[in-house]
């Protein structure tokens, strides 16, 4: 390309062209950028005031990769999912009517007449594309299940080793087996959700957070009720983008709350650090459920998750509360487990669960692909762990008369106590 000069399609500067991205083949012809900025402002439409949604044909200010629809060889743009959605339905040769009665389940009520006039007039209603047939999609979705644990889960602790990916992926799973949707993000870089579920990552949480690409176009079904959105290490990346971010701990519950309707829970496996990941995971929870090894410095790390949870309260301004504490790889044989499990016990009460027992079969299952509850039913750990995904479900009530009253024993020892565990003292 050397030699070539050319005019700047944004700018009108004179330049020579040097670089791939400085030439780009239209329908109309081909287009030059003198500059990367030149570059991004013809992406964004912003030289001429926005981009045209190719759906709707409303202007819209490109601000998301996911705005971006590549079909073929053309650039296409979508100001909404709904319009992304349509585009790309399109593209596999479904007509505009076929989509708009597809996509609703009140189909007979919505005339293609009405879509054609919507289209052709995307001013008579504010907002994106075809408002009315999405929506009614949405509104009609399944009502949320009501449970007793938080809709929105955190599986979170300092420290490492604790089970916490064991615990999520268990949890989901024994959930969804009992007609829970249940929706896993893992939120951390090292990506064992996916791992565990032997799934191939095409599009991760990064994408989600840094690129704006929907649910949708991240989760994976990996069981009947149960979608994961996986991730893996391009996730360390994201820590630069959200810390220039003005509402950094935030991010995440953006990305989300559109979608909450389509699951009774959404759970997030933490990584074992406070990260800006972590922030958001727990500006987004409800209730965290802290898995605690049953051993003396997991004990201390419950000190730091108790502090971690005051400075969410006090300095982000999010209410959040531990949901519950659950004691993992416990022997009932070694003294320590029993020491560790009698601590937990007197300060948390009822709120520390019953342990999960420790056996091989939990570290086999995910060599497999498969759950505890598809690798070892009958073991103790999926025993355990069903008990666990009972509470969540029922509270007290999914419990045994006998593990009911030995809780509220248990929380009465712990109102009596108080504040006087020296593990927990600050």
Known sequence: MSGMTEACTVCGKQFEVQFRYQMEEHEQGFAF??????????????????????????????????????????????????????????????????????????????????????????????????????????????????????????????????????TSVSIAAGLALSGVRVLLVDTDSQGNVGVSFQVKVERSLYHLLIMGVVVQDTRVQVRPNLDIVPSDESLAAAELYLAGRKNRDRIL??????????????????????????????????????????????????????????????????????FGVLPTFYDARARICRDAMDTLKQHFGARCLPPIRATIKVKEAPSQGRTIFEHAPDSHAAEDYRRTVSFIMEGPAGFSPCEREKREEDGQASLRLGSKNPWLTE
């Not at 590549?70 to 585009?87: D, F, H, M, T, V």
């Not at 009501?146 to 080793?161: D, M, Q, V």
């Not at 605690?292 to 300095?315: E, H, Y």
């Open 33 to 166: 950028y003198c500059s990367h900025p030149c570059y991004q402002a013809a992406l964004s439409g912003k030289h001429q005031g926005g981009v045209h949604c190719d759906a709707c044909r409303k202007q819209f200010a490109l601000d998301l990769v996911s705005q971006v629809v590549k079909i073929g060889n053309e650039r296409r743009y979508a100001c909404s999912p709904s319009c992304r959605e349509q585009l790309l339905e399109e593209e596999k040769g479904t007509k505009l009517g076929e989509f708009v009665l597809s996509s609703s389940p009140s189909s007979s009520s919505v005339s293609a007449v009405e879509v054609e006039s919507k289209r052709e007039n995307p001013d008579r209603e504010q907002g994106s594309c075809l408002s009315d047939p999405i929506q009614t999609k949405t509104e009609e979705r399944i009502s949320k299940r009501k449970l007793y644990g938080p809709s929105r889960l955190a599986i979170f602790n300092h420290k490492g080793g604790t089970g916490k990916t064991t």
């Open 253 to 322: 519950r953006e990305r989300l709350a559109p979608f909450e309707q389509d699951y009774d829970i959404i759970i997030l496996d933490c990584s074992p650090s406070l990260s800006l990941l972590n922030q958001n995971a727990l500006v987004f929870a409800e209730g965290i459920l802290v898995p605690v090894a049953c051993d003396f410095l997991s004990l201390v790390g419950v000190r730091q998750v108790i502090r971690t949870l005051k400075n969410v309260n006090s300095l982000l301004r999010h209410p959040i509360k531990i």
